[in-house]
């Protein structure tokens, strides 16, 4: 199933603590199966979040790569993606059956993207817990993104935020583009997430294996 054009490349964005990492193995948990998939992950000074992931065991460790940016995470993603097309680079020719790799940056702010260079298609996640407000305040993160998820709804009624205000500004933001409410870590939103991806990414999904 790989495509003539190489591998889907999926960047995952999002402050630190959002939820990127949970969101990156639940997607894999949901598609290992049906797709030849790899993961690299950013970090400044450790490689925490792929040993997590390797933890995890949610794909083969050596299909799982962690870089070291050493410095603002922005960067690795944007201006000089060098470091992370280094790591798809080798991916590749270790696996040449890839169909899909996801890139999961480190902690960044509401002005993050990735280069075109390094991601054909972008999430950034959110947490309802740092307010009801992340949604307006805009800055390419939220408006550009192909696909927002705002994650923890389960902690909206604890940090007196309003889904239906993150609903309305995120619908205004967004212009049309796609959001997901989610609960990532229980499994909500996750199937909703994976068929945006599918259909965004022009990713042609085989039946999950039951």
Not at 13 to 21: C, D, E, H, S, Y
Not at 145 to 154: A, C, H, P, Q, R
Not at 184 to 208: F, N, R, Y
């Amino acid at each position: 199933m790989t495509s003539p054009n190489g591998p889907l490349r999926v960047g995952l964005g999002g402050p630190v603590g959002a939820g990127k990492t949970t969101l990156t193995a639940a997607l894999a948990r949901a598609l290992r199966d049906r797709l030849s998939m790899a993961v690299v992950t950013n970090d400044i000074y450790t490689r925490e979040d792929a040993e997590e992931l390797m933890r995890q065991q949610i794909l083969p460790l050596d299909r799982i790569k962690g870089v070291e940016t050493g410095g603002c995470p922005h960067t690795a993603i944007r201006e000089d993606a060098s470091i992370n097309l280094a790591a798809i680079a080798e991916l590749n020719e270790t696996f040449p059956d890839l169909d899909l790799i996801l890139i999961e940056s480190g902690g960044d702010n509401l002005s993050a993207t990735f280069s075109p260079e390094l991601a054909d298609v972008t999430i950034y996640v959110i947490d309802t817990a740092a307010g009801e407000e992340i949604p307006r305040k805009g800055g390419p993160a939220i408006t550009k993104s192909d696909i927002l998820v705002i994650n923890k709804t389960d902690l909206a009624p604890y940090v007196g935020a309003s889904l239906e205000v993150m609903e309305r500004d995120a619908t205004r933001m967004r212009a049309g583009k796609p959001f997901v409410f989610a609960q990532v870590k229980h499994g909500k939103g996750v199937d909703e997430i994976v068929s945006l991806l599918a259909k965004i990414g022009g990713l042609p999904l085989p039946e999950a294996v039951s």
